[in-house]
């Protein structure tokens, strides 16, 4: 770094602030800034989050706010919510940090404060770290905690970050739902007392609530307009969120991983590094601060984030676990005819002295059954290249079913509490394998090690995970430890992610847990996407990936053509609207293709086809969100445009059914204003085109009208059907 650059970050960082040299640190994304006061020996105070501060203000603002302790702790003021509490070595349950340095450095992708701070009597150590990314409007928050006392302290309470909100008319949006109904969204106006969103679950932890979300600090919240900070906390286990509003200026926001039942003893020297909390800001509504998130996922948190993502076939809906070698060649020879890429084998594939028939066995033994599939994976690799395809598999690392031959070798693996038997979980026999234990740890990595060694074509794994911690207790971790389960389980984890990552970098990895119970910010990094939701029903994933689509972009939602009636709801959806909905996400189809009749396979033929022409702008571009499902009023609608508005797709799904219904005419967004959009209809069914089909319209128009959407399709009579949809692409005219 030359000396300008080190100059600058000094005056960044130490600025004059009422006549006195008062230390301040400001780090700044392209538009969003946080200021913090840290005088060396007092406490640290956050002045600002939100828009970004202009270098001439910070002084200003520095004086004119008051701040608020950034990492309050307990024990000498007791009555307000805090983000630490300990019990020191001796007993003592009081903390009093102050600030001992601060510094901001330059760190490639973003700039680093760090701000560290120790106790003022003990040798305890708490350091603040703030990562604001240059090119996202990002701001991770984590903290770091060690100390040198003579025996372990006690850790009862260790927010990730805390984050003052100015009281207003602030609302929050959060997403809560449980098996098949992941991701709904939930919008409420904050209220006197304590909001938690928290999860317990052990391993899974988005199926019910989630651990994201945004606060709009102008009322009732608007996806197109309006103030709103958006908080991700990227961690796989389980967390806690608290907003408490009791009667002051401020809404105190604390989010991290969930204490209960996980007190922490920390060794002397020993590091405790807590998840990060992910920080937006944006003045353009809740759909500017998903922009901000999904900008940020793609360059810096999701693996792959800026790689196109291939169009797959899964087996599970198809043939659930009646997997053979020539059903899984006539799939990928469908999926492939259709103009797929991949094909992947859901469960059912493996196990010798068990064979896997149905879920209550034979996890944990991760061999080809050789009955089911006699040429092995190499026969479905020969296959998958035969038809030109790649090939991916499904598999359950973490798990074991006390039915299988890996239980019977290492009953002592499994999650259980001692002298207890476990409580059993899918299929009357499944347990989680202890991920706190390194044997374990080696042996999760070595499944999926065993499996790319020798066969290195596979591309695609699905990584599921499906089942809770229950019966606390680990064989491995000692007696005084037992309550680091929850923690050290999602340590040992991330470790085996990483070697797979160190080892694996190309693999593409699909995070699923029952559905959608692994849609958070700490897997990411490691895997390519998600699988929103075991339910496929069209009309509620509109929902679904509504609510998902607040934080995660596109890219990371698979979301899958699925058989009518449907699996989960039974209900009867035109395979059009399936088709339109499903291509809002990550398209791939979750069907049996030998049941399609020959007039819906051409129908998905060409929705891969043009799928393929629009997946950039899908899977890169920036969403608008138009009408809300959840506003009930007949519609839903959105858009994705590309990021330099050359190109932009719009959908528009009926929610409701009902003659003589009127709904709203839907004005786009995000659109150059000045500039002339064609507008063509993908999977078209009607049999006359739209009346502005190939007709040039400015954004000017399309943003302050709309375009008239009839709301039936013009098919033959006997093929009339309430649900309506569409896509639209727009592309700029040179
Ligand atoms: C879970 C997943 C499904 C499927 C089954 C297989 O339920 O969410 O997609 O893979 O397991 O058993």
Redesign the pocket.
């Known amino acids: 770094m030359n000396i300008k650059k080190r100059m600058n970050l000094f005056l960044g960082a130490c600025l004059l602030a009422g006549g006195m040299w008062a230390q301040t640190v400001c780090v700044s994304t392209p538009n969003t800034s946080l200021l913090l006061s840290a005088p060396q020996g007092c406490k640290l105070k956050v002045l600002h989050y939100g828009h970004r501060l202009a270098a001439n203000e910070v002084e200003s603002v520095s004086a004119a706010e008051a701040g608020h302790n950034a990492y309050p702790e307990y024990g000498l003021i007791c009555p307000t919510e805090t983000a630490i509490a300990v019990k020191h070595h001796d007993g003592n349950m009081t903390l009093d940090l102050q600030v001992v340095q601060s510094r901001v450095e330059e760190s490639g992708e973003a700039m680093l404060a760090t701000v560290e701070m120790k106790d003022s009597r003990y040798p305890f150590f708490v350091t603040l770290r703030y990562k604001a990314f240059r090119d996202a409007d990002v701001i991770e928050a984590w903290t770091e905690i060690s100390h040198q006392e003579k025996k372990p302290v006690t850790l009862h309470q260790f927010a990730s970050a805390y984050l003052p909100i100015r009281r207003g008319n602030v609302w929050i949006s959060h997403l809560y739902g449980s098996w098949a109904n992941e991701g709904r969204l939930a919008q409420e106006a904050l209220q006197p007392g304590m909001k938690v969103i928290k999860n317990k679950d052990g391993v899974r932890n988005s199926h019910t609530a989630h651990a994201e979300v945004m606060f709009s600090l102008d009322g009732q919240p608007r996806e197109l307009e309006g103030r709103v900070i958006g908080a991700a906390l990227c961690y796989s286990g389980n967390y806690k969120l608290r907003i408490d509003t009791h009667d002051d200026e401020y809404h105190h926001f604390f989010a991290g991983i969930n204490e209960e039942n996980s007190a922490y003893s920390l060794k002397r020297d020993e590091r405790f590094t807590t998840p990060a909390l992910a920080l937006t800001y944006s003045n353009e509504g809740l759909s500017g601060s998903s922009r901000n998130f999904h900008r940020w996922a793609r360059q810096h948190k999701l693996a792959h984030g800026n790689v196109p993502r291939k169009i797959l076939l899964?087996s599970?809906e198809g043939v659930y676990?009646d997997i053979n070698q020539e059903g899984m060649d006539q799939m990928m020879g469908d999926i492939a005819a259709m103009g797929g890429e991949l094909f992947v084998m859901?469960?059912?594939w493996f196990g010798d002295k068990y064979p896997r028939k149905s879920?209550n066995s034979s996890l944990g033994d991760w061999v080809v059954d050789t009955d089911k599939l006699p040429n092995g994976i190499e026969g479905l690799l020969a296959d998958a290249r035969k038809h030109g395809i790649k090939f991916g598999i499904?598999i359950?690392p973490e798990m074991a079913n006390t039915t299988s031959e890996l239980y019977e070798q290492h009953p002592e693996w499994i999650v259980q509490a001692p002298g207890r038997e476990p409580v059993l979980g899918r299929g009357g026999t499944q347990v989680v394998l202890d991920l706190s234990n390194p044997e374990v740890q080696d042996f999760v990595f070595g499944i999926v090690d065993r499996l790319m060694t020798a066969y290195p074509e596979i591309d695609y794994i699905?990584w599921?995970a499906?089942m809770s911690i229950q019966n606390h207790g680990s064989n491995y971790l000692t007696k005084d430890n037992q309550s680091h389960l929850y923690i050290a389980y999602h340590q040992g984890f991330e470790q085996v992610c990483q070697r797979i990552r160190a080892k694996y970098p190309d693999l593409t990895i699909q995070a699923?847990?029952?559905?959608g119970g692994r849609a958070n910010y700490g897997i990411l990094p490691y895997f390519d996407e998600f699988?929103v939701s075991?339910n496929t029903d069209a009309l509620q994933r509109v929902y679904m990936q509504w609510g998902t689509s607040y934080f995660f972009p596109a890219i990371a939602m698979a979301s899958h053509i699925s058989a009518a009636p449907n699996h989960q709801t039974f209900r009867t959806i035109p395979l059009k609207y399936r088709v339109d909905v499903a291509m809002s996400g990550r398209l791939g189809m979750e069907i049996q293709p030998k049941n399609m009749t020959d007039e819906e396979k051409t129908l998905c033929k060409k929705a891969i086809a043009e799928y393929k022409e629009i997946r950039d702008v899908v899977q890169m571009g920036d969403i608008y969100r138009l009408v809300s499902p959840y506003d009930n009023l007949g519609v839903a609608s959105l858009m994705y445009v590309a990021p330099r508005k050359e190109e932009a797709v719009f959908y528009w799904w009926k929610t409701e059914h009902f003659c003589n219904q009127h709904l709203p005419r839907v004005r786009m967004a995000g659109l150059n204003p000045d500039r002339l959009y064609t507008v063509h209809e993908l999977n078209r069914i009607d049999n006359v085109p739209l009346p502005f089909e190939g007709k040039n319209f400015t954004g000017a128009y399309l943003m302050n009208n709309g375009l008239e959407i009839p709301y039936t399709h013009q098919v033959d009579y006997h093929k009339q059907t309430a649900y309506a949809s569409r896509i639209l692409q727009l592309t700029v005219v040179d």
């Not at 699923?512 to 559905?515: L, P, R, T, V, Y």
């Open positions: 899964n599970w676990f859901d469960d059912g879920d499904w359950e699905k599921d499906n699923c847990a029952s559905g699988w075991d």
